[in-house]
């Protein structure tokens, strides 16, 4: 009987056991679960806060692009219109600014010292001596050329031919070898530009046909030397980085900053700038009766917005760059160059017609079948991109 009662006890002691277990069990797993939704909740929330800001991100980056580098060419042709010969003033403004704005970031504070002094340098001043040269000579023909009867609408195509340049270049300074699919879209390119080049209707301003004519010649070889200025500094730039770094930011600043001194032989020409500032010739399509007193004002406020306006474009394609490929940057920026295009004929009034038309339609769409072979390819591709940075 003992024996039997024991092994009853055992059997109700193990049953006992067993359901007071099952209890625990499921509520670890109640917990488990609990816990699992939460993990997922926890990586739901943190997906949609990735999501809104990288939209947040590209809304900003397109917003700088398009409102930045579209305002920047309004407000630049705007001030062409104001005074043609204000092109050394402005790029002297311009030399100006972006070497004030980017001081800060090359000062440093020694201890026991009052005033800062210069970061030490990653590429010495030698390297950068031949490229202040070049930026500041192209930058000199770009902004000098609308005073030779060249309308921006062909100089947004025209410039765009530096694609050609750059492959030019590549080939025979950095030995680069393209594909014949990069070659014939350069071809496409080039063949547009002639096109829109040649298609420059006469001015209905000049009498004498060939005098504009003549001048615009004289345009549009400015055009061209600028141009190979600009694959010359990209030539430049790509060797200094790659020897010394990718130090861009160290590059824009003391290029700017040496090419100050280079202004002192036209003092002549910016004080003639900034007095046709003080009386320009229009300020179409402005009025003068509703600006009232602030006519005075309104040629400089152009000018801060020229500067302002660069600043936000030229930011927006670098992080642009950095978030995107090469595809889709070059996608945004021809974008951006087409709409520009059509704002110049809408808003100033500038001459238009199919040839030219036809001009810019394969200049832009060689732009991107360029752009789709390098990224197949991968050969010369980088050449191209700072080429379109530089523009």
Request: with cysteine.
């Amino acid at each position: 009987m003992s024996r039997s009662f024991e092994g009853n006890e055992t059997k109700t002691r193990r049953s006992t056991k067993t359901n007071s277990t099952a209890p625990q069990t499921n509520g670890n797993a109640k917990l488990w679960v609990k816990e699992l939704e939460g993990k997922k909740q926890g990586v739901n929330e943190r997906t949609a806060k990735a999501v809104a800001l990288s939209l947040v991100d590209y809304s900003l980056m397109l917003s700088l692009v398009f409102g930045g580098c579209c305002s920047n060419v309004w407000s630049y042709e705007q001030l062409l219109k104001m005074d043609a010969h204000i092109g050394t003033t402005l790029t002297f403004s311009q030399m100006l600014f972006i070497t004030a704005q980017s001081l800060p970031s090359f000062l440093v504070f020694s201890k026991g010292s009052v005033l800062p002094h210069l970061k030490p340098r990653h590429v010495p001043l030698s390297s950068w001596a031949l490229q202040v040269l070049v930026l500041t000579s192209g930058s000199l023909m770009n902004n000098w050329v609308f005073a030779f009867s060249v309308p921006l609408t062909v100089q947004i195509v025209f410039r765009s031919a530096g694609l050609a340049v750059s492959m030019l270049f590549g080939y025979l300074v950095l030995n680069k070898r393209y594909s014949l699919a990069q070659i014939s879209a350069v071809a496409f390119v080039s063949t547009g530009v002639v096109l829109a080049t040649l298609s420059r209707p006469s001015s209905p301003e000049t009498s004498d046909a060939s005098v504009d004519m003549g001048r615009y010649a004289v345009g549009v070889a400015m055009l061209t030397f600028s141009l190979f200025l600009t694959g010359i500094l990209g030539v430049l730039q790509e060797r200094t980085y790659t020897k010394y770094g990718p130090h861009w930011k160290e590059g824009v600043f003391y290029t700017h900053c040496l090419s100050l001194p280079i202004f002192l032989f036209f003092v002549s020409d910016l004080k003639r700038g900034f007095r046709g500032l003080s009386s320009p010739a229009t300020l179409a399509p402005f009025s003068g009766e509703a600006l009232g007193g602030l006519v005075p004002y309104v040629p400089y406020a152009v000018l801060v917005a020229n500067m302002f306006t660069q600043l936000a474009c030229v930011s927006g394609v670098n992080q642009l760059t950095s978030h995107v490929s090469s595809v889709s940057t070059n996608l945004v920026l021809t974008t951006r160059k087409a709409i520009s295009l059509c704002f110049s004929v809408w808003w100033f009034g500038n001459g238009w017609n199919a040839q030219l038309g036809m001009g810019a339609g394969m200049v832009f769409l060689g732009s991107l079948f360029y752009t789709a072979a390098s990224s197949r390819g991968g050969g010369g591709n980088a050449q191209a991109q700072r080429a379109k940075k530089t523009e």
